[in-house]
């Protein structure tokens, strides 16, 4: 039996025509013709099950033959902050990976001790729809562009506010006491996490964060790069829920 492939259709319903870059994949990689089955994802949870009707060189049209409302895999809306590292392989990595366990939006910081000031989002969000398809996730994450953490810290946010950092209570008396995420994340509950840069959030921005109602929290007795811990944050976000 030959496999679906799914393609990324954010107007599917209206539009009947592959985006371009998706028809050139489907067209020219896979070889697809008129008469073949593929699935369509909105990144806004319906999959559409269509059979293609042409396809030239440039463009792909299809017919719907079917809607598939997809159940939502997990509760609450799941928000990942973090400060983009110098190396930019590795936020890529983070963005594929979180794709594939399930989140819900994604936030860049540019914090006091960030290495990277400019991030262009345009590679990023192509990453995010590559991994919605490979793993089959009905909801594209949110992407945002580059956000001051002091602009970042005005904005309202619903349930569970936290912030991973590495400051000891032993040094830092004036700190809120730390406790790990996964004994304070609530299943359910829509939760924001804010991970800080390779050299850590500054004291003065730990301080705004929980003057703001964000907790001081900790990922483990392991010090972990920036990408890991955002990852680790994402997955025990996506446990709970």
């Not at 369509?40 to 463009?59: C, P, Q, V, W």
């Not at 209570?169 to 609530?186: A, F, H, I, S, T």
């Not at 050299?199 to 964060?209: C, N, P, R, T």
Request: aromatic share 10%.
């Amino acid at each position: 039996m030959k496999e679906v492939r799914f393609f990324y259709a954010p107007y599917a319903a209206i539009t009947h025509e592959l985006p371009e870059e998706e028809a050139q994949h489907a067209v020219r990689v896979l070889r697809l013709d008129a008469g073949d089955e593929i699935m369509l994802m909105d990144g806004n949870g319906s999959f559409y099950l269509a059979e293609i009707t042409e396809a030239t060189k440039k463009r792909c049209f299809y017919q719907l033959k079917e809607t598939l409302p997809q159940p939502r895999q997990w509760q609450g809306h799941l928000h990942l902050a973090m400060a983009p590292t110098k190396n930019l392989d590795r936020v890529e990595w983070l963005a594929e990976k979180a794709t594939e366990i399930g989140f819900d939006e994604l936030t860049f910081l540019n914090c006091k001790f960030s290495e990277r000031k400019v991030l262009k989002t345009e590679r990023i969000d192509k990453i995010l729809i590559s991994a919605m398809k490979q793993s089959h996730k009905a909801w594209k994450p949110i992407l945002n562009e580059m956000t001051d953490f002091k602009d970042f810290m005005k904005r309202d946010f619903k349930g569970g506010k936290y912030i991973c950092h590495c400051y000891g209570e032993e040094n830092d008396v004036e700190l809120g006491k730390k406790v790990l995420l996964k004994d304070v994340l609530k299943a359910g509950e829509d939760a924001l996490v804010m991970v800080g840069p390779e050299g850590d959030f500054s004291v003065d921005e730990v301080l705004e964060a929980e003057r703001n109602g964000f907790q001081s929290v900790s990922l483990g007795e392991s010090r972990l790069r920036t990408e890991t811990a955002a990852l680790v944050a994402v997955h025990l976000m996506n446990l709970f829920n």
